[in-house]
Nanobody, 124 residues
Framework: QVQLVESGGGLVQAGGSLRLSCVAS????????VGWFRQPPGKEREFVAA????????YYGNSVKGRFTISRDNAKNTVYLQMNSLKPEDTAVYYC?????????????????WGQGTQVTVSS
């Protein structure tokens, strides 16, 4: 069983930045692909970004390309999501998730483990 814990959310003004962290409990963290998803208020959860086992960004959602950067430090069992140029429409609960499967990273159904989420609120 893998436990994931997100942190780093908060309230920020439009144009600002936040860095989210996702810490995993497993010693085999480097064998998992990790994704970030978000759920805006009143909407369905959507894909944000995914990163390979060795740290190569795999895919970004269209709405965050060029503004968000995903990275990981396997020695610290941590994946990061650096969010720059934040917009009010980025307001959401952000979740990290992990999977041992190697494709379709933008589909939440392939992820086996999920964190509890961290709230990001961007004011205009």
């Amino acid at each position: 069983q893998v436990q994931l814990v997100e942190s780093g959310g908060g309230l920020v003004q439009a144009g600002g930045s936040l860095r989210l962290s996702c810490v995993a409990s497993t010693r085999t963290f480097s064998t998992y692909i990790v994704g970030w998803f978000r759920q805006p208020p009143g909407k369905e959860r959507e894909f944000v970004a995914a990163i390979s086992r060795r740290g190569d960004p795999l895919y970004y959602g269209n709405s965050v390309k060029g503004r968000f950067t995903i990275s990981r430090d396997n020695a610290k069992n941590t994946v990061y999501l650096q969010m720059n140029s934040l917009k009010p429409e980025d307001t959401a609960v952000y979740y990290c998730a992990a999977t041992a499967r190697g494709s379709n990273w933008e589909i939440e159904g392939i992820y086996d483990y999920w964190g509890q989420g961290t709230q990001v609120t961007v004011s205009s």
